[in-house]
């Protein structure tokens, strides 16, 4: 009888004949092949890098008590709102957290984001061009369309705050960086951006990306791209500035999709891209973005991390068909929405916005090196911000003018969807829901939901409900060390309740 092969190399063989001796009807598909392909190269890396841990003690108890799922049905509306501020103004005034740059006036107050990582955003801005750089000049215009307009870049400043307030957090044991250079024992970042077929001639990626490490070394980059970001201590290393960059590709796709998929008018008040450019510009462009992020994240080099992004492509899909239904069975006869329905309303929540939010934050500590306590504090940090922030942006679509959202109030009725001021009001109006049964499809429909969303408490327990998010990603935070960025993170949780675009 043959020994048993032991050993990563072992299992992975084992792998592969497993897989070869199935039919090809039994076959996963390609998508799910590639993510199990990236949990052996994870294997295979943590073999010889170390494990990463949880800390015993209180912070681990936290971590779980942090996971228990807030029962959104029974929220009750605040007693006092947080008074509306622009997006910008919150940033700079979140809950009147801020003051200014004295050390005075410091004591006690949040920091600014913009005061660490403002730079690092302005660069990301400008490399993202780089990046997107194909053969096609309308491919080009397509793509960054939505990168010219002013978004308001929370996934990448938070992949960076997290970087920041992570790296002075414990480390994970044994572990050393995939980047490494073997013959100078020093960490290339420059492997960020090279292609694994360099000897192909003919291979115009290839080409294009040593034009890239040519033009961030030597054609006014100064090297910037692949050197780590020192502020007061706290470090954003190239791999993060790489993530951040691919987190906003990754959105920005899903905006072009989106935008397709619902016949939008206008995004960040401009006209939609399929406006301007056609239905087949918009998908191509893009096809084109994920495929750009998807090499990019690839050549993090970092297996764990590879999964993870991916994941959120299936995620960000689940979640768009989520939404194709307001319950999860509508031939239900409800007379007013539970918990379940409300459940599944946060599910699709997450999986639409909270999932690239969460696991960008998660993948940031990693990059970071940091324990599976650090890690697990980022993910819920995001998870609960994300979907505090989609929470919002739902409400917005009942409260602020077109001109302040940049895109069409209303637009979630007229498309059918049951957000969560529409579930709260059907809690108090029986009558919404044969409206929502029929997604507000018959006239005069989406008008009566308005006023009833309007005359209800359904605006104001939103809101109460984003702050139970909100406050659980603060507790989140307590999680990390003391510094600065900790200190940005919250300020920028504060900030999503009084936005208003």
Known sequence: MATKARGALGQLSALARDFMRKPVTETRPLGKFAVGAAKVSHFLESAATGVRAPLPGPQHQ?????????????????????????????????????????????????MDPKELVGSE??????????????????????????????????????????????????????????????????????????????????????????????????GGHGGRPYSPHVTD???????????????????????????????????????????????KMAIFAGDFLLARASMALARLRDPEVIEIMASVLCDLVDGEFKQLKNLEDEGAPMARPDERAFAYYLEKTYLKTGSLIAKSCRSSAILSNSTDDLVEAAYIYGRNLGIAFQLIDDLLDFTVSEEQLGKPVGADLELG?????????????????????????????????????????????????????????????????????????????????????
């Open 62 to 110: 936290a971590v779980a008590r942090l996971k228990r799922p807030i029962e959104a049905s029974t929220i009750a509306a605040l007693e006092t709102e947080p008074a509306k501020v622009s997006w910008s103004s919150a940033l700079e005034n979140a809950s009147a957290a801020v003051g200014s740059n004295s050390p005075q006036d410091k004591a006690g107050r949040l």
């Open 121 to 218: 955003l302005s660069f990301i801005t400008d490399n993202l061009a780089r990046l997107l750089e194909s053969g096609h000049p309308m491919l080009n215009t397509v793509s960054r369309y939505y990168f010219s307009a002013s978004g308001k870049h929370i996934r990448p400043l938070l992949v960076m705050l997290v970087a920041q307030a992570s790296s002075v957090g414990t480390k994970r044991q044994g572990r050393t960086s995939i980047l490494v250079d073997s013959q100078t024992e020093h960490i290339d970042y420059s492997l960020i951006d090279r292609s694994a077929s360099l000897d192909l001639s003919s291979d115009r990626e290839s080409q294009r990306s040593n034009r890239l490490i040519k033009d961030a070394t030597g």
């Open 233 to 279: 201590g706290l470090t954003i290393l190239p791999t993060h500035r790489r993530l951040a960059e691919i987190t906003e590709m990754i959105h920005t796709s899903s905006l072009l999709h989106d935008d397709v998929i619902d016949h939008a008018e206008t995004r960040r008040g401009l006209p939609a891209v399929q406006k301007r450019f056609g239905n």
């Open 417 to 501: 969807l049951a957000t969560a001021p529409v579930l709260y009001a059907w809690q108090e109006y029986a009558e919404l829901g044969p409206l929502v049964a029929r997604k507000f499809a018959e006239p005069g429909d989406v008008a009566r939901a308005w006023e009833m969303v309007h005359g209800s408490q359904g605006i104001a327990r939103t809101k109460a409900l984003a702050q139970h998010y909100m406050d659980r990603a603060c507790e989140a935070l307590a999680l990390f060390p003391p510094s600065s960025a900790r200190e940005a993170l919250e300020r920028v949780a504060l900030s999503v309740l009084t936005r208003t675009k």
